[in-house]
């Protein structure tokens, strides 16, 4: 009887522990790996991905491409919070984010460009709360400020307002800097302006990433501040004038630079086709990154808009001056851009993703993200392809679905 008992007791331990075996956990993410298309289950402990499971032949396949979340590192606004207007608040860098969640834009620089002296100093003070924020920080590694050290000159100033241009003043950025508790990361300057070059040294020192937009240098201020440590030039091709010399102007010299990545904003209107091919062929994929650049404007529901004293026209994929039909500023999320990316240059999902995601979080050192690797925070997106375009159905932020298309 006693050894009846013992044998049933072993017979339930070893039950136990062979179920115990099996019911180890599903992998929590399935989905069509962005790198090759292979099925795969992704298992995340504590918001920390741990394995890359390759799926079985009985398994189901994925519908949904699985990538790492999308990383901007220059957006300016979005859904109607302008991070350099008058009226930015907590809450509505939270709206912004919330939004850009849905786009697939897991981390972002929220972009402060060229605004009076009182305004920078507020609006970062606002900005480096939401980085401390515990529901949106994870999405706000850090800042841009584009401007206000840019050229004064039409065309190369884009739409900076003349005004509140001025050289470059390391003792005044500080200013900023500490405004955003530490939190500006890159700087956007134009080379060729009184004291610009220290300015970088100075700036690359304090292990800020430099990079060399709306200006008008010459190939010799080109290398002199990539010697100074600038590694980046944004928006390439834009905040350029129209009129300009066709063998010496700021373009050659960047795209020759092996020391300057660029960022570039490909949605179909700031770049040609043939722009965005060539700049590609040069850079490739390692040392392109995709910005949407978008205005505050995106998001909303195209139509007439008024903006300071202009009305603007914002249409599906882009902000336009309606009397005029010329470019405004960018309106196309970032995920938009990696579908016309690969039309455009007939580059694979994986370099667009590389362009979007990696390259982003390399250049910041943001080594917890940009990739689906074990140790990696699961900053993850689920999309299809529809039509050449990026349809994400979920976002996932450190394991946590943050937005899902079904439950929108
Ligand atoms: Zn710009």
Request: aromatic share 6%; net charge negative; hydrophobic share 40%.
């Amino acid at each position: 009887m006693m050894q009846h008992v013992i044998n049933k007791v072993i017979a339930i331990f070893l039950l136990a522990f062979v179920m115990a075996s099996c019911q180890k956990a599903p992998p929590s993410i399935q989905g069509l790996l962005y790198s090759d298309g292979s099925a795969v289950g992704i298992e995340i402990t504590d918001g920390i991905i741990t394995g890359i499971v390759p799926l079985g032949t009985g398994d189901a396949t994925p519908e949904l491409y699985v990538a790492p979340g999308l990383i901007d590192m220059q957006i300016n606004g979005y859904m109607g919070v302008d991070f350099s207007g008058p009226d930015l608040s907590l809450d509505g860098i939270r709206e912004a984010t919330k939004a850009l969640w849905k786009e697939g834009v897991t981390s972002y620089l929220p972009t402060v460009i060229t605004s009076p002296h009182e305004r920078l100093i507020t609006n970062f003070a606002i900005l480096s709360q939401a980085m401390d924020d515990p529901e949106i920080g994870m999405s706000i590694p850090g800042f841009h400020l584009e401007g206000p050290y840019l050229s004064p000159v039409q065309g190369f100033r884009g739409a900076h307002l003349e005004k509140y241009i001025r050289p470059p003043d390391y003792n005044e950025f500080q200013e900023y800097q500490e405004a955003a508790g530490g939190g500006i990361k890159l700087v956007t300057v134009a080379p060729e302006m009184e004291g610009s070059i220290s300015f970088i040294q100075s700036a690359v020192e304090d292990g800020l990433v430099v990079s060399l937009g709306h200006h008008n240098a010459s190939a010799d201020v080109i290398t002199m501040a990539a010697d100074a440590g600038a590694s980046i030039s944004t928006h390439l091709g834009n905040g350029c004038a129209n009129m300009i010399n066709r063998h010496h102007n700021p373009l050659w010299p960047q795209l020759s630079e092996d020391r300057l990545a660029i960022s570039i904003i490909v949605d179909g209107h700031h770049l040609t086709r043939e722009e965005v091919r060539s700049f590609y062929k040069v850079k490739g994929p390692d040392n392109t990154i995709l910005v949407s650049d978008a205005l505050d404007l995106a998001g909303l529901e195209p139509g007439e808009y008024t903006r300071g004293e202009r009305t603007v026209l914002l249409t599906p994929d882009v902000v336009k001056f309606p009397a005029e039909n010329v470019l405004a500023g960018a309106a196309s999320p970032i995920s938009s851009c990696i579908g016309k990316m690969m039309q455009y240059t007939g580059c694979s999902l994986e370099e667009a993703i590389r362009m979007a995601s990696t390259n982003p979080a390399k250049l910041f050192n943001l080594d917890d993200r940009g990739e689906i690797k074990p140790g990696k925070r699961a900053d993850l997106i689920l999309f299809t392809i529809e039509e050449g375009k990026v349809l994400v159905h979920q976002t996932i932020i450190a394991g946590e679905v943050v937005f899902s298309l079904k439950a929108d």
